[in-house]
């Protein structure tokens, strides 16, 4: 849920701590806000103070800070030009994911991904069957078995019975 903050309080100070909005006020514990659950920072024309990490902070998340008046009206808005594609993307996915329609997608992707596995099983089972009907045989190798032509198998181990050349020794 995407949530205006505002300050009213006089001697207020707004900051930065990680990735959450810390409002410090005199005589009262710190409170921290995460910074992706704010749409907005309102603050009145006095007694706020914002850190300039918290500025930037805001401008990189695309959060406007809204500076107004004591009778409300707003004076200036302090904003980043560049909001990106990818602030946008996850306002959506956090709106997703507390409507009907983050679930259906959720449905929709395991699906997929159940088709598509159960298309790969059956793809290997059918290359096991046509590698067992050629007379190949598993080779242990390691924590997998693969499966090699017999006439490989024989191959490499005449090949690995060869005496080997020392080549430690020059003539």
Not at 16 to 43: A, C, H, M
Not at 134 to 155: D, F, K
Request: with cysteine; glycine share 8%; net charge positive.
């Amino acid at each position: 849920m995407m949530q205006t903050v505002a300050c009213t309080e006089f001697g207020t100070f707004l900051g930065r701590r990680s990735e959450r909005l810390l409002v410090r006020r005199k005589g009262e514990e710190d409170s921290e806000i995460p910074l992706f659950r704010i749409s907005e920072i309102v603050v009145p024309a006095r007694g706020v103070s914002l850190s300039g990490e918290i500025i930037e902070a805001a401008c990189e998340g695309g959060i406007p800070i809204t500076f107004v008046t004591s009778t409300g009206r707003p004076f200036a808005l302090l904003s980043s030009p560049m909001l990106t594609a990818t602030l946008r993307t996850r306002r959506r996915q956090l709106t997703a994911y507390r409507e009907a329609l983050g679930g259906e997608l959720c449905r929709l992707i395991v699906a997929g991904k159940l088709r598509n596995q159960a298309g790969l099983s059956a793809r290997s089972r059918d290359r096991l069957r046509q590698n067992t009907q050629r007379g190949a045989r598993p080779v242990p190798r390691g924590p997998w078995t693969w499966l090699v032509p017999a006439a490989a198998l024989e191959r490499a181990s005449n090949t690995a019975q060869r005496p080997s050349r020392d080549h430690s020794r020059r003539p």
